[in-house]
């Protein structure tokens, strides 16, 4: 079992930074991806950035050139350095671990609040 654990959120104004981070502690060996979710109020989760074992990346269009995506694999921490924030950022931010197409673990999200 992976046990994920998201910090890094909070208030912050327009144009600023926030650094996330995800600590995953367990059964790490077969986790082929790290990824960062988020959930405005209102609407459905969606996907904001991955980072495989390789070191590949994905972004979603609307944070491409802002949000960056890192793995720090010795310390089992895997980061999203969020900058130039934008009040449509506001969401609550996922860490999700991702073992296979049926198995993948979550943390308990971390609020991200980007005032005007």
């Known amino acids: 079992q992976v046990q994920l654990v998201e910090s890094g959120g909070g208030l912050v104004q327009a144009g600023g930074s926030l650094r996330l981070s995800c600590a995953a502690s367990?059964?790490?060996?077969?986790?082929?991806?790290m990824a960062w979710y988020r959930q405005a109020p209102g609407k459905q989760r969606e996907l904001v950035a991955t980072?495989?074992?390789?070191?590949?990346?994905y972004y979603a269009d609307s944070v491409k050139g802002r949000f960056t995506i890192s793995n720090d694999a010795a310390k089992n921490t895997v980061y999203l350095q969020m900058n130039s924030l934008k009040p449509e950022d506001t969401a609550v931010y996922y860490c999700?671990?991702?073992?296979?197409?049926?198995?993948?673990?979550w943390g308990q999200g971390t609020q991200v609040t980007v005032s005007s």
């Open positions: 367990g059964g790490m060996f077969g986790i082929n991806s």
């Open positions: 980072i495989t074992t390789a070191g590949s990346t």
């Open positions: 999700r671990a991702v073992r296979s197409l049926y198995i993948s673990y």
